[in-house]
Each structure stands twice: as C-alpha cells, then as structure tokens.
C-alpha cells in the first residue's frame, strides 16, 4: 500500500501563486509517476500535471508556462508550483501515484482563486 499526504492549497487571488507538496510513504519502489490531478464541480476529474521516476512529463495545455512540477526520487515527493492563477484553476486537487501498476490517491485539497 502506498499512502499520500498533500499540503498547501487555499483561497487566493487571480495572478497569485500557490504551492502544493504531496509525500508518498508505503511499498514503493521501481518505475513510479506521480503528479497532480484535479476536479472542478460537476466536471470530470484531469490531469494537470505529472512527472515519472524517469523525468518526463505530462501536462494539461491550459497551465503549460504557468504551473511546473518537481519531484525528489529519494524522498517520494512532488510538488506543484502554480504561478499567475486564474479562476478557472479552482478545484480540488489530488495528489497521485501510479507504482508497480496500481493508482494511489491523496485525499485532495481545495483550491480556490477569486477576487
């Protein structure tokens, strides 16, 4: 089993900046991708952004050149910079991993970008 806890995330104003860190502890090991997915009311769950063990990415189009994503191997962490919010950045957004072929979720946490 693997276990996720996200931290960051709040109620900011368009242009603001937020960070969201997310840690993994459990039976990982090998290949693993972690990132950032997030749901809005009533709409599907997306991705946002996520990375693998290897470096590469995956990124929703719509936040390319304002959110970036990093991670540390070592200590099973990612992070979510998001620069120059907007409104339609608010949701909820998870935390996840995907190792030795199993999807794990964080619990989620708000964000919210209003004036």
């Known amino acids: 089993q693997v276990q996720l806890v996200e931290s960051g995330g709040g109620l900011v104003q368009p242009g603001d900046s937020l960070r969201l860190s997310c840690a993994a502890s459990?039976?990982?090991?090998?290949?693993?991708?972690m990132g950032w997915y997030r749901q809005a009311p009533g709409k599907q769950r997306e991705l946002v952004l996520t990375?693998?063990?290897?470096?590469?990415?995956r990124y929703l189009d719509s936040v390319k050149g304002r959110f970036t994503i990093s991670r540390d191997n070592a200590k099973n962490t990612v992070d979510l910079q998001m620069n120059n919010l907007k409104p339609e950045d608010k949701a909820v957004y998870y935390c996840?991993?995907?190792?030795?072929?199993?999807?794990?979720w964080g619990q989620g946490t708000q964000v919210t970008v209003s004036s």
């Open positions: 996840n991993m995907t190792s030795s072929g199993r999807n794990y």
């Open positions: 459990g039976n990982i090991f090998g290949f693993t991708v």
């Open positions: 990375i693998s063990s290897g470096g590469n990415t």
